[in-house]
């Protein structure tokens, strides 16, 4: 016995505690090699018996047998094997896919199997002969006559040689002769041991079939066998809960992309609009990293990369200075001096080869630096140091005795020719205003600007000038030569852990780099706002594309596709979408770098656009990651669909 049906009911709830009863009580058997033709009125139960045969409705009481194994006992992933491998499928309406050619819908079942190309394709190609339209294969269904598409759908149903063929009045949309030609084909594939079940309404077509089963009222009222000859019944050597191959991921994305030439124009428009969100957040983040290599770049110009800035953590403070007018006053930062032993305890340091003290003191009102009837103001007073390289001396030399050495942007203030001209510096040291005259030795290239300039003593001379004015100065900064410059980051370590800072510049880097960042991921998140409506954009469109291809997803589950299979293929589709929006967006964020720093090179001489590889890999990673977010609802949608439902879609 290849199929018993035991005592099966089907009832179908109609809301407000209302049931019709479908089926009522079906005992019937079937054997291979049967023809068998299920006749009766409209609603008499007929498509309901089909279903459950074919293992698209498991919603029933009894029991349906097959091979011994009762149906509704096994796993859902079982049942999917039992259609995918034991039962073929023939509709009235044929339930080819319109984009697919012929060759691609025989094929399909197989795809589904995970059977190899070449495998499927050969098989295919055979089936295609055996119903006798092989020059037809590369074509699309819409070319095709009725005739001719229904044997494409009865060379689909053979595809994975199933021992069941389920037809549901498969010459219901076909003239006469083109009906006989059909029949005459079933009945060939009935004589090759296989159980042909159709429900049909034409008694010519019943009369053909060497078994008649009639239902009325979800009952069989009338089981004959006709046309009956002598030969021994075979039993299956099949067994439905043997393993069958799967959906492979490489079929996914083939199905996937095919599906997506079908909506080209669409699919391009949805990866333009997800593209700039991503374009938008890599350029964004481009500028960001651009500035700040610019300005650490311009750091590290200035500064010999052997040499550690060591600094105490300094106090502001405010204060009159004698001999100022009533009301002045100076705002500066006090810094404890190094003491000897503390500059000892730095020479000693692993990698430091000499040691240099220096002062430097921050005032933020009343220091001047008058030449002739100029003025302009400063902020630093500070010494040289191994840390400065005459590589960076806009014109002259570095300071020596009775010298001064000024920044760019006091000289842009007094003058580019006052290089070796007499200036009166006037700061406060200790709280207390001294006033002296010095020859410009050179002038430093600096990024201050107005009162935030700076001047530069030796320390010597630093040292006499205070002491000239009865003031005693001690270091309150000390530069460490190092050996090589890769033991900077280890000595500026050990530096911290003592409890000291590094340069102010250093500092200031980091706080304007973080400001940077902050401004940057501000940004990039006004920039995701893009790239959420993107994200809505394609959960739409998905799910909109889910309600257009119902029919085709019940036709894969008919098929065997697992709810695994159909969420797959959805998912590959989004997947596929993030991927392109991704490479749009890379392109896009490379042609915008370009022009922005065209832009910026011709304004201030400087590219500032920065697209490194890891954003523009980041950008294709958050595109797919997004698309797959996006399409995780309408392909849990798809593969939950009832195929029964799916497959009365037109």
Not at 446 to 465: A, P, R, V
Not at 519 to 525: D, E, H, I, Q
């Amino acid at each position: 016995m290849l199929l018993e049906l035991k005592n099966v009911r089907k009832k179908y709830k109609l809301g407000k505690g209302n049931e019709f009863e479908a089926l009522r009580g079906i005992d019937v058997s079937f054997n291979p090699g049967e023809l068998v033709a299920v006749t009766g009125e409209s609603g008499s139960g007929k498509s309901t018996l089909m279903n459950l045969l074919g293992g698209l409705d498991m919603d029933y009481e009894g029991s349906i047998m097959y091979t011994g194994s009762n149906l509704n006992e096994l796993k859902e992933t079982e049942i999917d094997n039992y259609r995918k491998m034991h039962i073929g499928f023939i509709f009235q309406s044929f339930n080819l896919i319109p984009h697919m050619n012929v060759l691609n819908n025989v094929t399909l079942g197989a795809t589904l199997s995970g059977l190899s190309k070449a495998e499927k394709n050969k098989r295919g190609k055979e089936l295609l002969e055996k119903v006798g339209i092989a020059d037809h294969m590369y074509k699309k269904p819409n070319q095709l006559s009725g005739g001719q598409m229904q044997r494409v759908a009865i060379a689909r149903a053979l595809m994975n040689d199933p021992d069941i063929i389920l037809a549901d009045e498969p010459t219901g949309a076909l003239d006469s002769e083109t009906s006989k030609q059909i029949i005459e084909l079933i009945k060939e594939i009935a004589n090759e041991d296989k159980l042909v079940i159709m429900v049909t309404h034409s008694d010519k077509v019943a009369e053909s079939c060497n078994r008649i089963i009639q239902v009325a009222d979800g009952k069989i009222t009338d089981d004959s066998k006709i046309n009956n000859e002598d030969k021994p019944i075979k039993e299956s050597t099949k067994n439905v809960k043997k393993k069958a191959s799967s959906l492979s991921a490489f079929s996914s994305f083939s199905l996937a992309l095919r599906n997506m030439k079908e909506k080209i124009g669409r699919n391009i428009l949805i990866a333009i609009g997800a593209s700039i969100g991503i374009a938008s957040i890599i350029i964004i983040m481009s500028l960001g990293q651009g500035i700040e290599s610019y300005m650490t770049g311009t750091m590290e110009d200035l500064v010999n990369p052997r040499v550690v800035e060591v600094n105490k953590i300094a106090e502001s403070s405010s204060g009159t200075t004698d001999g100022m007018p009533p009301g002045a006053e100076f705002m500066t930062s006090e810094v404890e001096p190094f003491t000897e032993d503390e500059l000892t305890e730095l020479a000693k340091l692993d990698g430091v080869s000499n040691i240099e003290p220096g002062f430097t003191e921050m005032s933020m009102q009343g220091s001047l630096i008058e030449y002739g009837a100029k003025e302009t103001s400063f902020m630093i007073l500070g010494t040289t140091s191994s840390n400065m390289t005459e590589g960076n001396l806009e014109e002259g030399n570095m300071p020596s005795t009775n010298e001064v050495l000024i920044d760019s942007s006091a000289a842009d203030k007094l003058g580019k020719d006052i290089v070796g001209s007499t200036v009166t510096i006037t700061t406060a040291i200790d709280n207390t205003e001294i006033t002296g005259e010095f020859t410009v030795s050179g002038i430093y290239t600096s990024t201050g600007m107005g009162n935030f300039s700076s001047i530069y003593f030796t320390y010597d001379e630093i040292s006499t000038f205070a002491k000239d004015n009865d003031i005693e100065i001690e270091p309150t900064v000390v530069y460490l030569l190092c050996d090589n410059e890769t033991l900077t980051d280890s000595v500026e370590e050990e530096i911290v852990s003592m409890g000291y800072t590094g340069s102010m510049q250093e500092a200031m880097l980091t706080s304007i780099v973080s400001m940077i960042d902050v401004v940057t991921y501000l940004l990039s998140g006004i920039a995701a706002i893009a790239l959420l409506v993107s994200a809505i954009m394609i959960l739409v469109v998905m799910y909109i594309s889910v309600i257009e291809r119902t029919a085709e997803i019940g036709l894969m589950k008919a098929l065997g596709a697992r709810k695994k299979d159909i969420r797959r293929i959805f998912s590959s589709e989004a997947l596929l979408i993030g991927f392109f929006s991704g490479i749009l967006g890379v392109i896009s964020s490379l042609i915008m770098g370009v022009i922005i720093n065209s832009l910026t090179t011709n304004a201030f001489g400087i590219a500032i656009a920065e697209v490194v590889p890891v954003y523009m890999l980041a950008g294709i990673l958050l595109s797919v990651v997004v698309s797959l977010l996006s399409g995780l609802f309408p392909a849990m949608k798809a593969a939950k669909l009832d195929p029964v439902v799916s497959l009365r879609r037109e």
